[in-house]
């Protein structure tokens, strides 16, 4: 079935450093990709999304490239601030062609904190 | 993007008691999902719930612990029944908006005492 596999954490950064945190997925054909990100006592919220090989997601500074030869969709970001600390979570729904329910399979999530 | 209402947005309760969470869609959707996430964890798919049919559940989760209504477009209902407290976590609704995206409620923070 669909797996999601992302970087351990917890992560912490220095304000302004570079943050990259791995991505990688199993799956059948081309599935939609997603971060979401969980910030403290709230719910989830979609932080970028990639539908096709090669589309290259952003938001706020964000950005993440749908590679299918890796199977990868990391997500970075140049210059982390102290209000980007949460959980951030990498997620695949199913290819609309591989006829599976469309729900959202989710990686284990990475805290992130940026100390000022 | 459908905008979902969540409800309770938390609770405490006493083993043995159920809590039911109601989730309210501004738009017609035809499928609706329930999460749950335990403590420090990530999400795990309970159900799957359609319009007019049972709902569809993962392995490890059944009808009789967590019995969900779907009665139109717009709303769905997940209990959590005779709790304990390992039933203690974030519990949340998911629609699909057919868009290639996913609209989650809030969220239901439950701590089964």
């Known amino acids: 079935g669909d797996s999601v596999t992302q970087m351990e954490g917890p992560v912490t950064l220095s304000e302004e450093a570079f943050l990259t945190i791995n991505c990688t997925y199993t799956?059948?054909?081309?599935?939609?990709l997603f971060w979401y990100v969980q910030y403290p006592g709230e719910g989830l919220q979609l932080l970028l999304k990639a539908t096709k090989a090669d589309d290259k997601g952003s938001n706020k500074g964000f950005e993440a490239t749908y590679r299918k030869e890796t199977t990868s969709f990391h997500l970075e970001k140049g210059s982390v601030q102290v209000s980007d600390s949460a959980v951030y979570f990498c997620a695949l729904s199913p290819s609309i062609s591989s006829g599976s329910a469309r729900q959202l399979t989710f990686g284990s999530g990475t805290q992130l904190t940026v100390l000022p | 993007s459908a905008v979902i209402s969540q409800k309770p947005s938390r609770d405490i309760c006493q083993r043995g008691t159920s809590l039911t969470i109601q989730c309210q869609v501004d738009s017609q959707v035809t499928m609706m999902f329930w999460y749950r996430q335990q403590p420090g964890q990530s999400l795990t798919l309970i159900a799957t719930a359609n319009q007019g049919s049972e709902a569809t559940y993962e392995s490890g989760f059944v009808i009789d612990k967590f019995p969900i209504s779907r009665p139109n477009l717009t709303f769905s209902t997940l209990t959590v029944s005779n709790m304990s407290p390992e039933d203690s976590s974030i519990y949340l609704c998911s629609v699909d908006t057919g868009l290639n995206g996913y609209t989650f409620g809030s969220g239901t923070r439950l701590t089964v005492v």
């Open positions: 799956a059948t054909g081309y599935p939609s």
